[in-house]
């Protein structure tokens, strides 16, 4: 088993910037990719980003290319989501992931509870 907790959303405005973390406990974290998704109130959950065990590897939703980044930590089992020149569209529940497998569809094993991504314009 892998629990995952995410934490760092809030309010921001639009052209701000959010740093999202999901901290895991459980098996070997470095044995996972890991991945971010959201969903908006009424719509279906979507990738936003995923990388490798390593890091050296990752995945962007078209839409935030350029604007998120995605990193880990694995000494500190934590996996970030760095949100800059958000949008008023980013606002979201945004979940963390984990699987064994790097993937950028929804079968990811292990899913973190989310956390609330307001962006006001």
């Known amino acids: 088993q892998v629990q995952l907790v995410e934490s760092g959303g809030g309010l921001a405005q639009a052209g701000g910037s959010l740093r999202l973390s999901c901290a895991a406990s459980g098996r070997t974290f470095s044995g996972y990719a890991m991945a971010w998704f959201r969903q908006a109130a009424g719509k279906e959950r979507e990738f936003v980003a995923a990388?490798?065990?390593?890091?050296?590897?990752?995945y962007y939703l078209d839409s935030v290319k350029g604007r998120f980044t995605i990193s880990r930590d694995n000494a500190k089992n934590t996996v970030y989501l760095e949100m800059n020149s958000l949008k008023p569209e980013d606002t979201a529940v945004y979940c963390c992931?984990?699987?064994?497998?790097?993937?950028?569809?929804?079968?990811?094993?292990?899913w973190g509870q989310g956390t609330q991504v307001t962006v006001s314009s």
């Open positions: 992931a984990a699987d064994q497998l790097l993937l950028t569809s929804n079968e990811y094993e292990y």
């Open positions: 990388i490798s065990r390593s890091g050296a590897i990752t």
